[in-house]
């Protein structure tokens, strides 16, 4: 009994099988439409949070993953998740000119016909696709003063110390952005020096 139950099942599709001899199989192919690029700001400076919004159709099965490449050394965070959501969040660190562009992993399934004439379907493989090339511009924007890590326009001794700490390798020393001044999350001399000079000579006036 079963055995029967089982055998009915899989003939109605319900349970997925290999294929057998005598077996008509073939992949239902998927298809990825690229449809362009949103970014936000229109023209983002250093400093800024940049959305990049991808316009992508998707006709396929089901989707593993998505990605955007090109992003370094311009935009820093997050640059890959699973499924459909095309949106990624990041911050423009440096200025310059990159292209980016999304891949896309979609998975397929695939459709049986067996020699009974009963129709199953099972998973298929998986491909990925990747969109046109993107220009994405960073303009270099204000830069804050010189080790200024509380944006009061004052260089302290305190960040001075913070700053020093962070280059001897204390880890739980956060580096801020006045104090990286090339965004490359790490501290060297001249860094630190301009800092020294701007504790000592004063900021210049806010904009």
Not at 95 to 114: A, H, K, N, R
Not at 143 to 172: K, M, P, Y
Request: net charge negative.
């Amino acid at each position: 009994m079963i055995i029967l139950l089982l055998v009915l099942l899989a003939a109605a599709g319900v349970i997925p099988q290999p294929a057998i001899a005598g077996t008509d199989c073939f992949e239902i192919s998927g298809n990825v439409i690229f449809q362009g690029l949103v970014v936000t700001p229109a023209t983002p400076s250093v400093g800024d949070q940049v959305t990049l919004q991808f316009d992508v159709g998707f006709q396929v099965y089901s989707v593993g993953s998505v990605r955007v490449n090109g992003t370094d050394p311009l935009l820093d965070g997050e640059t890959s998740h699973s499924g459909r959501d095309t949106s990624f969040q990041l911050a423009a660190v440096a200025p310059g000119m990159t292209m980016v562009q999304l891949s896309v992993t979609y998975g397929t399934e695939i459709q049986c016909m067996d020699s009974y004439g009963h129709r199953y379907f099972q998973e298929g493989p998986d491909h990925t696709v990747t969109s046109p090339a993107y220009a994405i511009t960073i303009a270099p924007g204000a830069l804050s003063c010189a080790g200024d890590c509380d944006g009061n326009n004052d260089v302290t001794i305190d960040e001075l110390t913070r700053g020093v700490a962070f280059a001897l390798g204390d880890d739980s020393v956060e580096l801020c952005d006045a104090l990286d001044r090339d965004h490359d999350h790490t501290l060297v001399i001249a860094e630190l020096i301009a800092a020294v000079d701007a504790s000592l000579s004063g900021c210049p006036p806010s904009p």
